[in-house]
């Protein structure tokens, strides 16, 4: 856009100083004014720039100012709109939830979870692995397709407290997603945007990871 902006001027040395000083100015207008102006005493008398190409350069402007005011205000409903999610779920602080999660953060209590077969397998197992790569198998037996529902003691299997990945692994191949209870403890606006939810046992989560609630803790 730089360069249809400095149609007509005759190699004038301030053109981009003009252009950088009004954009810096944040105003549009007021960076076509200038040019304007720029231009009418740059121009050759001789051979005039065309009136054409003043209007055509006024339509980009507008355009272009009315796109950054959309994006403005797009920004600005988007921030609004966090904040009215973090005052809504700020309500639900104490509640039990359920999360969708490839982690798990273990602290010597029981986590109780589940997930859901799309079809019947053989050897159903629950899989953990730690920061050192050591995977623990937890065996659920055969299942048919439907929920199932897990729990997770830390005491039992002798595992370390921290954090772990967590899968379902089947005979079948599938690997549903997997689904932990949890308490929820906080709700924040994250610094790039959107609602962070900090789970007990699953840590921090996206909104769009809860998939239900379950009343308060008792």
Do not use: C, W
Not at 34 to 40: P, R, T
Not at 46 to 65: A, G
Not at 189 to 206: E, H, K, M, P, T
Request: a negative charge.
């Amino acid at each position: 856009m730089e360069t249809t902006l400095q149609t007509g001027l005759q190699g004038q040395g301030t053109t981009t100083q003009t252009i950088a000083s009004a954009i810096d100015s944040g105003s549009m207008t007021d960076m076509f004014t200038k040019l304007l102006v720029a231009q009418v005493r740059n121009q050759d008398p001789l051979s005039p720039s065309d009136p054409s190409q003043f209007v055509s350069q006024l339509t980009q402007l507008s355009q272009v100012e009315a796109m950054q005011k959309m994006a403005s205000q797009s920004a600005a409903s988007t921030a609004a709109l966090d904040n009215l999610t973090v005052l809504a779920l700020g309500a639900r602080v104490g509640s039990n939830v359920t999360a969708t999660t490839k982690t798990v953060e273990l602290n010597g209590t029981p986590v109780h979870g589940g997930f859901t077969l799309d079809g019947a397998a053989a050897k159903v197992e629950v899989v953990l692995t730690g920061a050192d790569g050591v995977p623990h198998v937890v065996p659920l037996g055969s299942h048919g397709s439907g929920d199932v529902a897990f729990d997770i003691d830390p005491a039992k299997l002798g595992l370390k407290d921290g954090s772990y990945n967590i899968a379902v692994r089947t005979d079948t191949g599938k690997t549903p997603a997997v689904e932990l209870n949890g308490v929820l403890q906080s709700v924040r606006v994250a610094a790039g945007g959107g609602a962070v939810l900090s789970v007990s046992g699953i840590g921090n989560v996206d909104v769009s990871a809860i998939t239900g609630f379950s009343g308060p803790q008792a």
